[in-house]
């Protein structure tokens, strides 16, 4: 019978870590790589782009008063010969694009 309370024991353990496991990932956000794989795609319905890059730590940005949790990254792409270079930044807990501007070179 001792056998039986120990894998019921383990059973319930394993599910307690599993949930507080998801629970810890879903406040985590997205991560810097799928914040750039986000940007990479978007910009790629406009055309192929030739490069990109991202900060792997997340900075804060005021748009409009609001505060924000963000990755900046940047993309660059070639247009009639020329390269245009973009930056964006990315909300770290909803991955979507809060702002894109246009760099100059």
Sequence with gaps: MNWKKVAIAAGVGALAGYVVKEQISNKQGVTPEKALKI???AFKKQGPISGSWIYMK???LNKNGIN??????????NQDGETSQFEFYIDTETGTIVDVAETTA
């Excluded at 924000?68 to 792409?77: A, L, P, Q």
Aim: hydrophobic content about 20%.
């Design 58 to 60: 997340p900075e804060e």
């Design 68 to 77: 924000y949790d963000v990755y900046r990254g940047g993309i660059s792409k």
């Design 39 to 41: 940007a990479k795609e």
